[in-house]
């Protein structure tokens, strides 16, 4: 009597393969939900917000000012909707939503560029949507420079470069937090991770049960750990199916920076989904239905949600919140994706955050295979 | 392993409690080698619970004894080796073809020469020309053949057949019991429960449980025998009417209506034939007939409500 028998362990998996490949619904949810995902956050996480409606408070009408007014019409990161000099006229539009930004031009612009007192240009930002403001902000402020740089000619030209003839303020009303795009994309790969591949072993079990097919599968030699096994190993192949479309599209379609190795992201990646499908098992030894499997999983789903980093910035979660997040392996798989795929962080830099998810994965394991009753009592 | 050479099932007071109720009481079971053993009892009356003690699926809360040799409590996974169970509910999956069923059960048994024992195996059970046909699609009948198929792939020494021909047409269920008649005669032990009596005749040996308890044990003849029933047939017209007056009178526990007679049964014969000597004229036929299976199984069932529920 071996204690662990491949052969044993083979049968599951062939088993799942084929039931996976049958089950043309649940199959297609997997591939289809990553492309959803990618679909929605699309919007979020466009890297070019075009046409932000834009109003203009002018106090200068200085040669500066005009230059500075004709490159905003010109870029089409902005629609100047709204010229005016009244400062009640413009905070009302900022606050009904009509208006992303305001630039305000201070009194004296243009003579102040030229005594090189660098004149600070006040630019408020509506950032409740601060995936699109934020990269508008840095254009407002390229563009500036750049326009006055190239007016500040002969003996002028002293006032280039840095620190730039202009100060700009940036005041983002609303929202003072900054997510910039590429964080969401590589987020995007954790979050699709811990929602599809946790509901779908923790169905795995319970299916069984439900079904009738697991008087059967006890009555046979096979041992708790195989069956676990078994029914994770066919999944993990459909993970990295997931987070080949998601690199994918994050090149192809978002223009994600990938500084660091994809090969380490598929490495980590595995114990990610491991994790991933280990919690699901677990759930799946616990719950008496299909509906309580789903619905744990969604308990499970939702704090990965919230308390990863994903939605909110970790640092700015309160105590409790980030020792709870931290128990979660999408917020260092998070963390992985992003410094490998963003700085370029290699396998050493992630260590510190790959042991809490094989940490994770162990304990998951062993519960799934003690909770795994190998009776129907 | 004391008994394994004689009995091939020996167990003797194999208790199982869900809660506060007792499901499986007490009950003593010796089954030789090669031997057809049928369970008889109604709905709900254990047969289930203890088929699943006997091959580790369930823990007893009482009793002790041997399944092939091996200790009930302490070698359950010495025993799966060696056990073909059959599910009461169909439990292969439907959503595999009938191949793909029977190789999975060759893999998870490590069968040797898994190939051949898959052809094999379709070839004996006559499955071959369907074999790529999902067992969901299957009708009862090919669903039993093949969950027999597959519980014989690992050649077990023991079958445990829990009410295997429910919802088989009469053709299939005796093809099936002919199958279960070449497999004993090979040496093979059989335990299967049904509801069918002309089934329960084809065994060996039969038991009859009731509320967890067993009423009586022995061959069919014995069965019959030590109930003590009565019966007698009557013929004639006006048979209707009769038998709703017989059933309120004394002596008579079981009328039964076959097509143009109807069958009395009870167990005091004296009581019995004074009753149906003056309910019956002239014009009615009388004979003493030997009681069926079934008179004798309903009578002990309705005793054995009085008793025990
Ligand atoms: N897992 C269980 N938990 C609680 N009660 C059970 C369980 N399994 C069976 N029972 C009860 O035990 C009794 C016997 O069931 P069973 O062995 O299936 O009978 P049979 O197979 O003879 O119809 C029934 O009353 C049933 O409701
Ligand atoms: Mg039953």
């Known amino acids: 009597m071996r204690r662990f028998d491949l052969h044993r362990l083979w049968a599951i998996v062939m088993k799942e393969f084929i039931q996976m490949r049958r089950d043309r619904v649940t199959f297609g949810m997997m591939i289809g939900i990553p492309l959803m995902q990618l679909t929605l956050f699309g919007f979020a996480i466009n890297s070019d917000p075009k046409h932000l409606p834009t109003a203009l408070r002018l106090a200068d009408n200085g040669p500066f000012e005009r230059t500075l007014v004709a490159e905003m019409q010109n870029s089409t990161y902005f629609d100047v909707v709204r010229v005016t000099d009244s400062e009640a006229e413009v905070h009302r539009l900022l606050q009904l939503g009509e208006v992303q930004f305001v630039v305000n031009i201070p009194v004296d612009f243009t003579r102040r560029v030229l005594r090189g007192e660098r004149p600070s240009v006040l630019v408020e930002a509506d950032a409740t949507d601060p995936a699109a403001t934020g990269p508008a902000i840095s254009a407002v402020q390229a563009l500036a420079f750049k326009a006055i740089d190239r007016d500040l000619t002969g003996p002028l030209a002293r006032l280039r470069g840095a620190p730039g003839p202009v100060n700009f303020v940036v005041h983002a009303h609303y929202n003072p937090e900054n997510i910039t795009q590429y964080n969401i994309v590589p987020g995007l790969m954790g979050v699709v991770l811990t929602m599809t591949m946790v509901v779908i072993t923790a169905l795995a079990i319970t299916r069984e049960r439900e079904r009738g097919t697991m008087e059967n599968l006890l009555s046979t030699p096979l041992r708790p750990s195989e069956v676990i096994v078994g029914k994770i190993i066919p999944y993990i192949a459909v993970g990295y199916i997931q987070v080949s479309l998601i690199l994918l599209a994050a090149k192809g379609l978002f223009g994600v920076p990938m500084v660091g190795s994809v090969g380490l992201i598929y490495a980590t990646g595995l114990l990610f989904i491991a994790a991933n499908l280990a919690v699901g098992i677990t759930f799946s030894t616990l719950a008496k239905n299909q509906l309580q499997a789903v619905q744990m999983a969604f308990f499970f789903f939702l704090p990965s949600l919230l308390l990863s980093g994903f939605m909110f910035p970790f640092r700015g979660m309160p105590g409790w919140a980030q020792v709870l997040g931290s128990c979660l392996p999408l917020t260092h798989f998070l963390r992985i994706v992003r410094g490998v795929l963003l700085k370029g962080n290699g396998a050493l830099d992630v260590l510190p955050e790959v042991w809490p998810i094989a940490l994770f994965v162990a304990v998951a394991m062993t519960v799934a295979v003690k909770r795994y009753r190998q009776t129907l009592d | ?309």
């Open chain 2, 1 to 309: 392993m004391s008994a394994g050479g004689e009995h091939a099932i020996d167990v003797r007071g194999v208790t199982k409690r869900f809660g506060s109720k007792t499901v499986v009481n007490g009950i003593d079971l010796q089954v030789r080698p090669g031997e057809i053993y049928g369970f008889l009892g109604p709905n709900g009356s254990g047969k289930t619970t203890f088929i699943r003690m006997l091959c580790g699926l369930l823990t007893p809360d009482g009793g002790s004894g041997t399944c092939l040799g091996h200790d009930i409590l302490r070698e359950q996974k010495r025993i799966k080796l060696q056990v073909g169970y059959m599910t009461q509910k169909f439990s292969f999956y439907e959503d595999l073809s009938i191949r793909e069923n029977l190789d999975f059960i060759a893999r998870v048994y490590d069968i040797a020469d898994r190939a051949s024992a898959v052809e094999a195996s379709l070839e004996g059970l006559g499955l071959r020309d369907r074999s790529g046909q999902l067992a969901g699609e299957l009708s009862g009948g090919w669903k039993q053949r093949l969950a027999l198929a597959a519980c014989l792939i690992h050649r077990p020494r023991l079958l445990l057949l829990d009410e295997p021909t429910a919802g088989v047409d009469p053709k299939a269920r005796r093809s099936f019991w002919d199958e279960i008649h070449r497999l004993s005669a090979q040496g093979i032990t059989v335990l299967v429960t049904t509801h069918y009596m002309d089934e329960a005749e084809r065994c060996h040996r039969i038991a009859c449980l009731a509320y967890g308890n067993m009423l009586v044990k022995g061959t069919v003849q014995e069965v019959i025998d030590s109930a003590g029933l009565t019966t007698w047939s009557v013929g004639g017209p006006g048979l209707a009417g009769l038998a709703d007056r017989l059933r309120t009178s004394p002596g008579v526990e079981q009328v039964v209506a076959f097509g143009n007679t109807l069958h009395v049964s009870g167990h005091d014969a004296g009581v019995l034939e004074a009753t149906l000597r003056r309910a019956c004229g002239p014009a009615l036929s009388l004979a003493n007939i030997r009681p069926g299976l079934e008179d004798v199984f309903i009578g002990m069932m309705d005793n054995a409500r009085d008793n025990y529920s």
